[in-house]
């Protein structure tokens, strides 16, 4: 069983900053691959970047790339998002997963299903 828990979250002006921390339970952190992903009220939850457990592969959703980093800290069973340059349309619940057992991971990664567990999610909300 894995638990994830995000925090970070908050009320920020456009144009400001924020990083989201998602703290992972377990001793095999460093194997899994971790996405973040967004629901805004109303609207399908959505995928924002992933990053393998090896780094070496890091994806993210052409409205966040050049704005948000994704990270991890294998030492701290910690992932990250750094999110700068918000937009009032970056507004949403922001959610840390899992996968636990990324085979294939650069054809899934942008899926929810592909995920194994999930956290209850941060609000982001980003004033214009």
């Known amino acids: 069983q894995v638990q994830l828990v995000e925090s970070g979250g908050g009320l920020v002006q456009a144009g400001g900053s924020l990083r989201l921390s998602c703290a992972a339970s377990?001793?095999?952190?460093?194997?899994?691959?971790i996405g973040w992903f967004r629901q805004a009220p109303g609207k399908e939850r959505e995928f924002v970047a992933a990053?393998?457990?090896?780094?070496?592969?890091?994806y993210y959703r052409d409205s966040v790339k050049g704005r948000f980093i994704i990270s991890r800290d294998n030492a701290k069973n910690t992932g990250y998002l750094q999110m700068n340059s918000l937009k009032p349309e970056d507004t949403a619940v922001y959610y840390c997963a899992a996968d636990i057992d990324p085979i294939n991971y650069g054809s899934r990664y942008y899926r929810p299903s592909a995920y194994d567990y999930w956290g209850q999610g941060t609000q982001v909300t980003v004033s214009s």
């Open positions: 990053r393998h457990r090896s780094g070496g592969y890091i």
């Open positions: 377990g001793r095999t952190f460093y194997n899994y691959a």
